[in-house]
């Protein structure tokens, strides 16, 4: 999944717009690097739509809008999502985050309970 992928999908998740996000992301005064300006509001739905590439400068801003890591922008537990249901996403995400304050004979003990759940929705299907 791309960054701005992953951009629409937070949106998404968060039930926000494209244009909401242009709007809080113009407020925070962000400046391209190669301009000194802010990018324009159709520059940012072109990033949004892929028609442009989203310049590493504006990460920060991107992160702070969406209230996410920088980090969380480009790594790959985001895409945890059964087609795209976005509602349990969110906290698919926050249990992978919590994972490492378990205990690791608990650790074992879930392994073997999401390998049920595994099996039994093989047989589902």
């Not at 985001?78 to 490492?100: C, D, G, P, Q």
């Amino acid at each position: 999944m791309s960054v701005k992928d992953k951009i629409n999908y937070i949106l998404a998740e968060q039930n926000r717009s494209k244009r909401e996000f242009a709007k809080e992301l113009l407020n925070l005064e962000p400046r391209l690097s190669s301009t000194g300006k802010p990018p324009s509001e159709s520059t940012i739905y072109g990033y949004l739509n892929g028609r442009r590439e989203i310049k590493i400068e504006l990460i920060p801003y991107i992160a702070e809008v969406l209230k996410v890591s920088e980090q969380e922008l480009f790594e790959q537990d985001i895409e945890y999502a059964n087609n795209y249901n976005y509602e349990i996403t969110k906290e698919v995400r926050e249990i992978i985050s919590l994972l490492k304050y378990v205990p690791s004979d608990k650790i074992i003990d879930l392994k073997e309970k999401l390998l049920m759940y595994k099996k039994v929705h093989e047989i589902d299907w």
